[in-house]
């Protein structure tokens, strides 16, 4: 049977150093009962930013998407609500609909890898992902991780024409915008070498 995982599993999986570490990961991945909005901890966030392109670009719903958090979140959304909106404000940003998209590994993997929303910034059309402030030190994003996540989405199966625009990772915590280059070919094999670990884990759990 085909492994279906999002990305965010992903990374978390490659994030861990040790094999011990990995183990108990996907133990806990193989024992949960699957997805549950309550575990999904920027549900909202998330959920206001893929409103924007059907509301005319009103930023106002990520201020909405604060109020209906718990107040032990509202911190955290609050700075990446901010954040947002200030990289929106710096640039001239327009948004449009993206589609869904899923990276195979031999039919034995695959990783839901949808962008989060499309922005034409400055001219230019971006597929954007989006990664709003996390607080565990193993799933924040430096450059060898974004490098791994731009590969992977540039080697996705789309529904939608990827051709007219460049994927794109956006970190919303210390924000900074990562645009994808030609992918190279060691990168490419990195990332197939992750996905064959994580396989080979899934199969020995």
Request: hydrophobic share 40%; glycine share 2%; with cysteine.
């Amino acid at each position: 049977m085909t492994i279906q995982i999002s990305l965010t599993q992903f990374l978390t999986f490659k994030a861990f150093v040790s094999t011990n570490a990995k183990y108990n990961y996907i133990l806990k991945q193989k024992n949960n009962d699957g997805y549950h909005p309550s575990h999904d901890y920027w549900k909202n966030f998330r959920e206001a930013i893929h409103r924007l392109p059907y509301n005319n670009g009103d930023l106002t719903v990520l201020y909405d998407a604060v109020d209906m958090v718990k107040p032990e979140k509202k911190a955290n959304y609050t700075k990446s609500v901010n954040n947002f909106i200030n990289f929106v404000s710096d640039n001239d940003v327009t948004f449009f609909e993206v589609g869904k998209a899923k990276w195979n590994f031999e039919n034995e993997l695959v990783i839901n890898a949808s962008p989060d929303i499309g922005m034409i910034i400055d001219g230019k059309k971006y597929f954007v992902k989006v990664f709003p402030n996390v607080q565990q030190k193993k799933s924040r994003l430096d450059s060898r991780s974004v490098k791994s996540i731009l590969t992977l989405l540039q080697e996705t199966n789309a529904n939608f024409n990827t051709s007219s625009g460049t994927f794109a990772v956006l970190r919303v915590n210390s924000p900074r915008f990562f645009k994808a280059e030609v992918i190279k070919e060691r990168d490419s094999k990195l990332l197939k070498i992750d996905a064959a670990n994580f396989v080979n884990c899934w199969e020995a759990v």
